[in-house]
């Protein structure tokens, strides 16, 4: 069976089981899934001393090298936070790593205000959550769209960042470097509410239908129900940042059934994967997503929609109820970002001073020239950027970029 009517077998088999509610956050289980031969997840192997991921010689803001010395595959997940490094990173799509192999794989910043490392740690770890949907969702839509137009899963840099200042500012913290993570931890009580209130997967449960305020806005699934049970704290308080000040409102299966359907009838395109398998790209009406197919199995779907603006928000509420039973963005392909201008090239940044080509960094200036968003070099599109592209600052030291290897100036 080719793997796209692989894809399209699996996900005609997941049911929809009855929602999980605490504060503004609903959780839709889901259920149905077929296994892939077996594999390690990266925090397990990571700790096991199996697994590293580490730079790239002296550094590039979109790659990192993966070492995997298991015998057995080691799976990233898109979404991941990767913290350490010169500066912490999301993996960009999913990717299995074969057994005792080493690997570059494609990431995105979510910290623009650091280059060094900190203390005698180069290694760049799992961290304790996944990026927030409306991160996930901005990186999925412009990565899918680089997937078919360049075969290079590359994503909007600049419109990351800004969305990673959005989650900082909605979520009312500060960070010296900009840091996605300071939202977790600044508002780790919270969230950690939610999270309680949540609880734990059902019974043979192999993905969620992530609500906020009611709307589906996010859908992840594996091959197997062990998968899910390790991953699930990080993906519930990766959920739970985007819903901690929106109106509480009850998620239906209905609108889940919904937001199935319109994954059902999306666009979607076979891509050689980095590691094992065949990524699956895939696109819609205000949907994006991807997903990772191995030996007749999706090891990981992943499907987002863009953050909804214009959303009642309140302070985060304190009820949290379990339903009963089991269960028995503009569009990525178009080649435009509502407010971003188009796409820069595979590998390229849109904040400032624009990427030269594949791989390349911005120049983390704010000079007037580099904010100006206008692109040179090889892989970069025609057309222009309205507007400054500055990535958030937040206080962080300015500095330049030099090298073929996007190497920072020492600190």
Request: aromatic share 4%.
């Amino acid at each position: 069976m080719r793997d796209l009517d692989v894809f399209q077998s699996v996900l005609g088999e997941v049911r929809v089981g009855e929602p999980v509610v605490a504060g503004a956050l609903g959780l839709v289980p889901l259920f149905g899934a077929r296994r892939a031969p077996d594999y390690l997840l990266a925090e397990a192997a990571t700790k096991a001393g199996l697994f590293a991921i580490e730079e790239t010689g002296s550094g590039i803001i979109s790659k990192l090298v993966a070492s995997n010395r298991a015998p057995q595959p080691v799976l990233l997940l898109e979404g991941e936070q990767l913290l350490g490094g010169l500066q912490d990173r999301v993996l960009n799509l999913t990717i299995l790593v074969p057994a005792e192999t080493k690997l570059r794989i494609p990431v995105s910043c979510v910290e623009p205000g650091r280059w060094h490392y900190r203390g005698s740690t180069t290694a760049a770890m799992p961290g304790p959550a996944f990026v927030s949907p409306r991160v996930r969702a901005v990186k999925t839509a412009s990565v899918v769209r680089a997937m078919r137009v360049w075969s290079e899963p590359a994503s909007d840099q600049g419109a990351v960042w800004r969305a990673v200042h959005e989650d900082l500012e909605e979520a009312a913290v500060s960070s010296p470097t900009g840091a996605l993570r300071e939202a977790y931890r600044q508002r780790a009580g919270d969230l950690e509410g939610i999270e309680r209130g949540v609880g734990v997967p059902a019974p043979e449960q192999t993905g969620v239908i992530a609500c906020v305020a009611g709307r589906p806005i996010t859908l992840d699934l594996f091959d197997r129900p062990e998968t899910l049970a390790q991953v699930w704290p990080r993906l519930v308080r990766s959920y739970a940042l985007d819903a901690l000040w929106h109106e509480a409102v009850d998620p239906s299966p209905e609108e889940a059934q919904v937001f199935l359907a319109a994954l059902r009838a999306a666009e979607v395109t076979a891509h050689d994967a980095i590691g094992l398998g065949t990524d699956i790209a895939l696109s819609g009406r205000d949907l994006a997503g991807g997903a990772l197919v191995w030996e007749g199995a999706i090891v990981h779907l992943a499907a987002l929609r863009p953050a909804e603006t214009g959303v009642r928000r309140r302070g985060v509420g304190d009820r949290s109820r379990r339903g009963r039973g089991s269960g028995g963005g503009a569009d990525a392909g178009s080649g435009t970002h509502a407010g971003t201008g188009p796409a820069s090239g595979p590998g390229s940044s849109s904040g400032p001073g624009s990427a030269s080509g594949p791989g390349h960094a911005p120049d983390h200036t704010t000079s007037p020239d580099a904010a100006s968003g206008h692109g040179a070099g090889p892989g970069m599109a025609s057309g222009h950027h309205t507007g400054s592209t500055e990535p958030p600052r937040q206080g962080a030291r300015r500095r330049r970029w030099f090298g073929s290897e996007e190497q920072a100036q020492g600190e």
